[in-house]
Every structure is written in structure tokens, then in C-alpha cells.
């Protein structure tokens, strides 16, 4: 999987004199949690929700309440936006993708070609991968099957296959220096995988018939 098929691909931005006010309503109306900041075509920073609370005046404030909104008109994107956001390009995996956004504690990416910004990656779009890849939205039995050696794999989907059921997805990690396979398959026919896979000496960890509604 690629950055450039789980991006945003309609970025929402805002300029540098953005007034804080106007770059937070629009975050709030847009339900969004970062702004790409843009002057003249080109990336220069990046905003974000919090860095829009940070710069509100505390609770503590002598202000009156008509005086905040007056005051965050005043200050820009400028003021509070990180400059030279990290960017990365469409090409890139989206695992790497996720393990730089985990590095560096940052919950999203402008996708750049060049100098030109053409998309943004959000811990959001990581989830939903991820969700994709575990097929939480296909209807189906979910199991986890404890492996010997990833090379293994090979065995079980040959079991599998044995039984006429169709795998929908499958994934493999790794837990406890156990190999770990997760797998969805029909629904009527997960008892017969299950016990086809037992009678050929694969461990069964998880078993879950529940049938999953995928999402609207």
C-alpha cells in the first residue's frame, strides 16, 4: 500500500495572515485537525488544532469573554504554525508513513510532488487501512492461527483451500516470538476450516463467528 491511496487528496489549506479565529472555525466546521499552511503556491507550514488551543488565553484570563475571540482575530497561522513541516511523497509506503508519523509524535503529513502539495496523510487514513487489511468491514469468521515459521502460512492456505472456502483477507505479525496469522473466511464454512486446520496440527488461538455488518 502507498501514501498516494490513502491520502486526502482535497486539501483544505490556509494562508500564513490567516486570523487564529477564522483558521479554528474552520477547523470546527470542517471537522478536521490540521491545516496545511500555503503562501503563493508553496508549502510553508503546517497548523494544527492544538496548536490553536495553545495559543487561547487561559481560563485564568482577566480577559472578558468578548475580548478572546477579538484578540485571536489579531494573531496569525504565522504566529503558532510549525515551519517546515516534515513532507513526504505519494510513492512512499504507508507503513513507513506510519512508523515516521510514530517517531516523530506527529498525527499527520503533507504529501508533497515536488514543491507542489497534493495530498495529506492523517493518522485517520492509517486506521482505516489498517481496518481494510484486517477486513473489519468484510463479512466473514475471523481466526488467528499460531504458526511455526511465517513460511507456514503456505500450509494453512492449502487447508483452506481444501475445504472450498474463499479467504477474504489475511495478515501476519508477530507476538511473544510467535508467528501469528489472522485470517477471515466464509462464515459457513469457518467450523470446517477450523477443524480441517486442527486435524493438520495448526493451533487455533481465536475464533470468532460473529458476523460482521461492513459499514455504510
Known sequence: MLVKEWMT?????????TPLYDALRLMEKKR???LPVVDRGKLVGIVTWTDLMRAQPSPATSLAVWEIPYLLSKA??????????????????????????REKKIGGLPVMEGERLVGIITESDIFDALIDVLGLRTPGARLVVTLETPQAVCGVLSAIESTGSAVHNLA?????????????????????????????????????????????
Open 9 to 17: 487528496t482535497e486539501v483544505i489549506t490556509v494562508d500564513s495572515r
Open 32 to 34: 478536521i485537525r490540521r
Open 76 to 101: 496569525q497561522v504565522a504566529d503558532v504554525m510549525t515551519r517546515n513541516p516534515i513532507t513526504i511523497s505519494p510513492d512512499m509506503p504507508l507503513e513507513e508513513a506510519a512508523l515516521l508519523m
Open 172 to 216: 501476519l505479525y508477530h507476538q511473544d516470538g510467535q508467528v501469528r496469522l489472522v485470517l477471515r473466511v466464509e462464515k459457513a464454512k469457518a467450523k470446517e476450516v477450523e477443524r480441517v486446520l486442527h486435524d493438520q496440527g495448526f493451533r487455533i488461538v481465536y475464533a470468532n463467528h460473529v458476523e460482521v455488518r461492513a459499514a455504510g
